[in-house]
């Protein structure tokens, strides 16, 4: 089955600095990548994924890239704000079926103003 | 609905007392996924749903738990005999094709086991 590593456990960047979680799979028949952003006692919510047709895809300030080859996608964040402050979480899916996926151990984002 | 509502929020049990917790999708959505979140960690996979087959239970910790969803809509996540290792937040989510298979979270269940 799938196994989703994740980097690190946890970061802190100054407000306006860049922030990178990277995460690795071990299925190479996985072909879908969807990053999670959870607030504290919130409900996790999808905020950018990958299908493995593309190496990047960009919506405003997060970005997600994808290296097949090596088995690895990363989230970046630009120019973080405190309200990026969160536990992120990477996927991946277990099989080939996007249907379920299986969640790396998240990235706790601390952006300090 | 507009989002993917559970209930109970929050849930006390005793140990060896069996829970319900109750999902409800948004209309429409085919799959209906059960998550366990444990304090600082990632969601651990459970059991889905494809309207109402259960096409995975793999996750499922031991055959205390059972999970349904008879009409293909509204699921069920049973714990019998509750002991405390079940303590966590239970997560439902619902998915569909047209929105690219992302997964829309209801706000779990926090079951404590005393």
């Known amino acids: 089955g799938e196994n989703v590593e994740q980097h690190p456990s946890t970061l802190s960047v100054q407000e306006g600095d860049s922030a990178v979680i990277k995460c690795t799979y071990s299925?190479?028949?996985?072909?879908?990548f969807p990053w999670y952003k959870q607030e504290l006692g919130k409900r996790p919510q999808l905020i950018i994924d990958i299908r493995s047709n593309v190496g990047e895809k960009k919506d405003q300030r997060i970005a997600v890239t994808l290296n097949k080859t090596a088995k690895h996608f990363s989230l970046h964040i630009t120019e973080t704000q405190p309200e990026d402050s969160a536990v992120y979480f990477c996927a991946a899916p277990s099989g080939t079926s996007y249907d379920k996926v299986i969640f790396g151990p998240g990235t706790s984002l601390s952006v300090i103003p | 609905g507009a989002g993917v509502s559970q209930s109970p929020r929050y849930k006390v049990a005793k140990r060896g007392q069996d829970v319900a917790l109750r999902c409800d999708p948004i209309?429409?959505?085919?799959?209906l996924f059960w998550y366990q979140q444990a304090l600082g960690q990632g969601p651990e996979f459970l059991t889905y749903f494809q309207n109402e087959a259960q096409l995975d239970k793999s996750g499922l910790p031991s055959d205390r738990f059972f999970a349904e969803r008879p009409e293909g809509s509204v699921s069920t996540l049973k714990i019998q005999r509750t002991q405390q290792e079940d303590s966590a937040v239970y997560l439902c989510?619902?998915?569909?094709?047209?929105?690219?298979?992302?997964?829309?979270f209801g706000s779990g269940t926090r079951l404590t086991v005393v």
């Open positions: 989510a619902s998915s569909t094709p047209q929105d690219n298979y992302g997964y829309t």
């Open positions: 209309s429409g959505h085919v799959s």
């Open positions: 299925d190479s028949a996985s072909n879908y």
